[in-house]
């Protein structure tokens, strides 16, 4: 991996060489993506698919470039099936309303699950107020999986949709989606997956999960903030209405009534965040280039090598220790000698003062939390980037922090 492709990565903090290791919340962008950025508003800025202009074309082909690169990354059978968002919390509030719109009614159940981050569950909480639906959860068993016996007892004919984490932001506990898919399948029930956490880890490959929608941001998997996919299969994504309106995404505007444009415009309304898909697909370009045999085992061994060093602290607890995880690992610190708990934040401030970026709290899956019955945990989150002198050199901060507050 090339590190010096990030710029950021030779940066200090508190005069110390930076450890970044927050990559679930966003990870840093290599050159050829903010020089993708800078090319753009250098060489081509203009508006898209209304001009005839040449740069309005150059702009245009780019965007829909863009698209065609996502679509072949995740393996969708056409470009169209791919909707350009603001990332997946935008992605997950677009499918709510529209499929929300179109086939959920009062007594209706949508499941999610018990580790879900924010995202995936307050767009269906504010769509049960609107439609006075039930929202359920998978409850997760005593080593935080998810109950799937449980599940399959949840499945009715009131259940309209199905929407879970492929990878827990929290435990990064890789989820058994493919499971959850067909026994939903079963039932003609579709399935959402929030890949926020999977599609810049592993492979996802949507015609082999059989997933009817898929949601991910473009600043976690090395690409800008600001855009993001929404994934739905064609079948679905003609069936549903529109979720936001104006600019691209009329076909014909009448005083008596609009209709609309075809797939995947009709859900793009106004000016697209064109120069964010374009610094996407330099980011796609990117991975692709190395490979995903590469990154992913290059993640897991990092990952299985800090739970190793991790476990061998005393009063470390790490959460749902040993299963596969896909770059984030969570833990907290106890205070031996008075069994109680360091709280994360504390923990967090001593790791940054010595230059390494973790995060702390709740990291917007409260209900999980909650379930864990902690304030919060500490996180560390693995990039491409990453190798084991990040890891050594959190591990000798982490040692420090624990001596200072013990
Ligand atoms: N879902 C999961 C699992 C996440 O980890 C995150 C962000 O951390 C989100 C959704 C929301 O992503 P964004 O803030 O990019 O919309």
Redesign the pocket.
Known sequence: MNRSDFAILKEQVHGRPLVYLDN???SQKPRQVVEAIIEAYSTWNSNIHRGVHHLSQVATAHHEEARKAVAAFINARSSDEIVFT???????NALAFSYGEAFVGEGDEIIVSGL?????IVPWQMLCARKKTVLRHIPLREDLTLDLEAFKGMLNERTKLVSV??????LGIIQPVEEIICLAHEKHIPVCI????SVPHMQVDVQALDCDFL??????MYGP?GI?VLYGKREWLEKLPPHEGGGEMIEHVRWEGTTYNELPYKFEAGTPNFVGSYALHKAVEYMQSIGWKALESHERELTQYCEAQLSAIPDVHIYAANQPKAGVISFNVYNGQLSTLIHPFDIGTLLDQQGVAVRTGH???EPLIDHLGVPGTVRVSFGLYNDKTDVDAFIAALKKAQMMLS
Not at 116 to 120: C, D, L, V, Y
Not at 194 to 197: C, E, I, T
């Open positions: 679930a919340a966003t603001k990332g997946t919390t935008d992605s997950l879900e981050h924010h995202s995936n984490a492929h990878v827990s932001n929290v929030d890949g926020a956490q949601a991910f941001s473009g600043h976690k903030t993001g990291h917007c899956a």
